[in-house]
């Protein structure tokens, strides 16, 4: 078996798919880098979503090195998608023989890249296992759930997270709560984040936005809100209604955007306060919600970042993968209805929201304690070879 060879099992092939695997993947690199002996860590961007410059300023800023491998596998359904990961990396996997496939987070290449190497007897290392939104109807959960039953080590971001693997049937020995890799980024990034109004200046927006004046951030992607033209349109439309009390920057995801056109929505926003951006690189971003008085978004790392920085945040969904943004953090489950939306905004514009606290372990401090757990599992393999 690959992982019974200790050559092999010290060289751990690395996946990303999109940039929030990257801000994951970058501190866990880090860390496993540090280890005596090395490891080697060749990577793999499936290209699932890509964007030239956009990820050169990832790389660039998160100090990550270049990819070994390109699938260049692009946008398409979700079959088409995960069968074209399986497809390309197959080869990747024969030509490294890795001890080990290190996966992030829930998107189509994470499955791919799992059932790729449990098919071929390679152990599969699983970076946020065990989130869980309980709704199937969301492909990221179907793929959270088979890579995490794909998996040979499981590393935990959050308690519910450890019981909800329990609950389905997976050993504890396997399991390990170390906390929030997207928070050590988070940390480490933090004192270079882009100040708001040089963000502004650069976009043309000077004025947009007054010094030390609220303003609220929208970050709109899953296709449950912006693949279905009514439920886009009301979200819009309560956004619009919303710039009235506060201005909106927009950055655009470029799904959104292409729905927005189709849709024939983009007029709504004629005359709202709203800054429709194109894409932001990471320090933009951060800089952008670290100042905010309110985000609103459909993104989980957005929960998780907002919570990390004590800045309200309303999820426009019906649920959430990582309740302890909402049980101790300063996220909020908002839904649809644009009443409530409008009622909760209100109350966090007039009277601030909650601030919520730091869950434990999201000091900034995961990636070693992944890298710790991973070296102690190298040594029991090898052990076991002699």
Known sequence: MPYDCPHQLRRILCVVAARPNLIKMAPIMRALRQLDPPLELPMVHTGQHYDADMD???????????????????SASHAVQTAEVLRRVEPVLDETEPGAVLVVGDVNSTLACALAAAKKNIAVIH???GLRSFDRSMPEEVNRILTDQLSELLFTSEPSGMNNLTHEGIPSYRVHFVGNVMIDTLTQQLPSATPVQALLRRQNLVGFI???????VLTLHRPANV????RLRTLIETMVRLSADVPIVFPT?????????KFELGELLDGARIACLPPLGYLDMLGLMHKARLVLTDSGGVQEETSALGVPCLTLRENTERPITVTQGSNAIAG??????????????????????LPQYWDGHAAPRIAGVV??????????KQ
């Open 56 to 74: 050169a300023d990832f790389f660039d800023t998160l100090d990550i090195p270049a990819p070994d491998f390109r699938l260049e596998v692009g």
């Open 127 to 129: 970076v946020e296992a």
């Open 210 to 216: 007054e010094p030390e004046a609220p303003y609220a």
């Open 227 to 230: 693949d279905d033209p009514r």
């Open 253 to 261: 995801h470029p799904r959104t955007r292409a729905m927005l056109l």
């Open 336 to 357: 649809r209805d644009p009443a409530v939306i409008l009622a909760l905004c209100r109350d966090i514009l007039h009277f601030g929201g909650k601030k919520g606290r």
């Open 375 to 384: 070296a102690g599992w190298i040594a029991q393999r090898e052990e076991r």
